[in-house]
């Protein structure tokens, strides 16, 4: 809904009032929503419901342990948002197969439940942003509540499994059949190390190394990989500017570039340990150069992130050049070619992701 103003304009068409108030309920439906599907994740209600047809409040309170009256409030707010349907002839509720992807399937590609506790870890971290708005502070990705790491973990591993080995990496130059005999890849803010991990499963002849400054997460990285058996990964605490020994044949900047203070120096320092025949591996969340161009929900969104997260941390780093998470390809190019990377291009677009791959 496009909306003009009038300088002289002094009352208010009532019709736009309430169209824009319905809009308002909507998100705050949505907010307040949120919650309940964080409880309907953790109490299993949407894997219980996946594949089982229609059910009442009591078939699912007795298949999860949990009491009817509150399953039955939380049906009846999951079936007014569309998340599940009802049928008032039974007053049974099912899941639709559909749905179920997107909120049950939690290792599926279009898993998004996960992205609730990144919502979460903002409303309790509000204070912590009033602050930084008015002092002009950073918020550092460690000063954040646990709920955002979990999430981000979470949100991001589906996707990554779906498409890092299969679409990501053979569209770059030459990488998969290095990877596939050997090879040396550096996972530049690996967070938990979910991007690590999988590259690691499927390279088993490849080393790969993660590296990120927060050391609980690497804790929570390492965790994984012992849990899995693998022993072609390590794990590193370390900054983007001065990670790693050696040369790799692959480093990769999995959805933290924007997020470094100085993404400049870790470009130059990647440019000094790479490969001559290697590549650089950026992964970025989708955007246009003009905010415009990302005024859409997915903008909405990465807007949201970058606000509470992405720039504050960059922001209370070294260098401050605060890309945001939707800093676009220009501004993204201009650093990677100023680092001394000869070639770069897009190579891969997702409804979600820029993928670019970058050479001597």
């Known amino acids: ?173 030459g990488v998969n059949e290095r990877l596939k005999y050997g090879g040396r890849v550096a996972d530049v803010g690996c967070g938990h190390g979910a991007s690590t991990i999988i590259m690691a499963e499927n390279f088993p002849k490849a080393m790969f190394y993660g590296f990120d400054y927060h050391q609980e997460s690497i804790d929570v990285a390492k965790k994984r990989a012992r849990e899995k058996g693998l022993t072609n990964v390590i794990f590193q605490k370390a900054s983007a500017d001065e990670f790693g020994e050696g040369k790799y044949d692959l480093i990769c900047f999995m959805d933290s570039f924007h997020d470094m203070g100085n993404p400049m120096k870790a470009a130059i320092n990647a440019h000094g340990k790479l490969n001559r025949q290697g590549s650089l591996m950026i992964v970025e969340p989708v955007a246009g150069d003009k905010a415009e161009e990302n005024f859409n929900p997915v903008g909405r969104m990465f807007y949201a992130a970058s606000t509470t997260i992405c720039v504050p941390n960059s922001h209370s780093q070294e260098g401050d050049y605060t890309l945001g998470a939707q800093a676009g390809p220009a501004k993204t190019m201009d650093i990677i070619r100023k680092a001394g990377f000869t070639k770069a291009r897009i190579a891969q677009q997702t409804p979600v992701n820029l993928i670019y791959e970058a050479s001597l």
């Open 1 to 173: 809904m496009e909306t003009t103003i009038e300088k002289t304009q002094t009352v208010p068409d009532i019709q736009k009032v309430e169209r824009f108030a319905g809009q308002v309920v909507t998100d705050l439906a949505a907010s307040m929503s949120g919650v309940l599907n964080l409880i309907g994740h953790e109490l299993g209600f949407y894997k219980t419901m996946s594949g089982q047809g229609y059910m009442t409040a009591k078939e699912l309170a007795e298949k999860t342990g949990t009491f009817e009256r509150y399953v039955q409030e939380w049906l009846n707010n999951q079936a007014a948002g569309g998340y599940i349907i009802y049928d008032p002839v039974s007053k049974k509720y099912a899941l639709p197969v559909e749905h179920a992807y997107v909120l049950a399937m939690d290792d599926g590609p279009a898993f998004l439940t996960s992205g609730f506790y990144i919502a979460a870890s903002i409303y309790k971290d509000k204070d912590k942003f009033v602050e930084a708005f008015k002092t002009g502070n950073g918020v550092g990705w460690h000063e954040h509540n646990h709920d955002l790491f979990y999430g981000t973990e979470a949100l991001f591993r589906p996707g990554y499994k779906a498409n890092l080995v299969d679409n990501w990496l053979p569209m770059l130059n």
